[in-house]
């Protein structure tokens, strides 16, 4: 898969893309990720990529043509899945990250400033929001969601590691974990975990997601219920 990131700040990436899974999907080249400074495709003599609003009123405005430019640069363009990124988009959602991991090529916008001059909305295919809350640019949320995504391509994580079994991947939310010791401060390992029964650990392990999952989330309870209908 290749993923090209349209950013004003490329170097905000580098600590992210070099440790750890992301280092080595892209080393065992499962991944791709090439980082386009759309700043340097301003046709204005100061490379100003961003301009005060029509119609008045506080902030800068990201302009349409530096943006345009540097997308219509990227080879095969056109074919690619271009997601722009805004706290207005679509909750970006774990069913997301699964689907766009079968893509073959994925174009991410971060913006910045106080928003996007309308036309740039029109060369992307989907608006995403990591949630409800402002980030100061599209960064941020373009690592979490290159990050979602990558981690379920087959090969990124091992089989030891596998990710079916994530939060949400069923609607529910996962079960609690334990590792040694079997006791700590007075505080026991639930007997079962130690009991070598493989049939009622993952008996315990359900009840234990769905009780979790109906305590904390009832938007997902809802819907694992009704998946179960
Ligand atoms: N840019 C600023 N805030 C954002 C958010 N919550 N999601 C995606 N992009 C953003």
Same mark, same amino acid.
């Given at each position: 898969?290749?993923?090209?990131?349209? #950013?004003?700040?490329?170097?905000?990436?580098?600590?992210?893309?070099?440790?750890?899974?992301?280092?080595?999907?892209?080393? &065992? =080249?499962?991944?791709?990720?090439?980082?386009? *400074?759309?700043?340097?495709?301003?046709?204005?003599?100061?490379?100003?990529? *961003?301009? @005060?609003?029509?119609?008045?009123?506080? %902030?800068?405005?990201?302009?349409?043509?530096?943006?345009? *430019?540097?997308?219509? @640069?990227?080879?095969?363009?056109?074919?690619?899945?271009?997601?722009?990124?805004?706290?207005?988009?679509?909750?970006?959602?774990?069913?997301?990250?699964?689907?766009?991991?079968?893509?073959? /090529?994925?174009?991410?916008?971060?913006?910045?400033?106080?928003?996007?001059?309308?036309?740039?909305?029109?060369?992307?295919?989907? =608006?995403?929001?990591? %949630?409800?809350?402002?980030?100061?640019?599209?960064?941020?949320?373009?690592?979490?969601?290159?990050?979602?995504?990558?981690?379920?391509?087959?090969?990124?994580?091992?089989?030891? =590691?596998? /990710?079916? &079994?994530?939060?949400?991947?069923? &609607?529910?939310?996962?079960?609690? /974990?334990? #590792?040694?010791?079997?006791?700590?401060?007075?505080?026991?390992?639930?007997?079962?975990?130690? @009991?070598?029964? /493989?049939?009622?650990?993952?008996?315990?392990?359900?009840?234990?997601?769905?009780?979790? #999952?109906?305590?904390?989330?009832? *938007?997902?309870?809802?819907?694992?219920?009704?998946?179960? =209908?």
């Amino acid at each position: 898969m290749r993923i090209d990131i349209l #950013t004003l700040f490329p170097k905000m990436f580098e600590g992210y893309l070099s440790e750890s899974i992301m280092a080595r999907a892209i080393k &065992n =080249e499962l991944v791709e990720v090439n980082l386009i *400074d759309f700043r340097e495709f301003s046709k204005s003599k100061h490379k100003k990529v *961003d301009d @005060s609003p029509y119609g008045g009123g506080a %902030g800068m405005v990201l302009g349409v043509q530096s943006v345009y *430019d540097a997308l219509v @640069s990227i080879p095969g363009y056109e074919k690619a899945n271009k997601i722009l990124l805004t706290p207005q988009g679509k909750r970006f959602e774990q069913l997301m990250a699964y689907r766009l991991s079968n893509q073959p /090529h994925i174009i991410i916008l971060c913006g910045h400033y106080e928003g996007y001059d309308e036309r740039i909305r029109d060369l992307f295919d989907c =608006e995403a929001s990591i %949630g409800d809350f402002v980030l100061t640019g599209g960064e941020i949320a373009a690592m979490a969601i290159v990050d979602a995504i990558t981690r379920v391509i087959p090969g990124v994580i091992g089989k030891d =590691e596998s /990710h079916l &079994n994530d939060s949400f991947s069923n &609607n529910l939310l996962e079960y609690p /974990h334990y #590792t040694r010791p079997s006791e700590f401060m007075g505080k026991k390992v639930p007997e079962i975990l130690l @009991s070598g029964n /493989h049939k009622l650990i993952k008996e315990w392990r359900l009840n234990q997601s769905i009780k979790r #999952t109906k305590e904390r989330r009832k *938007d997902l309870y809802i819907k694992y219920m009704k998946e179960q =209908e």
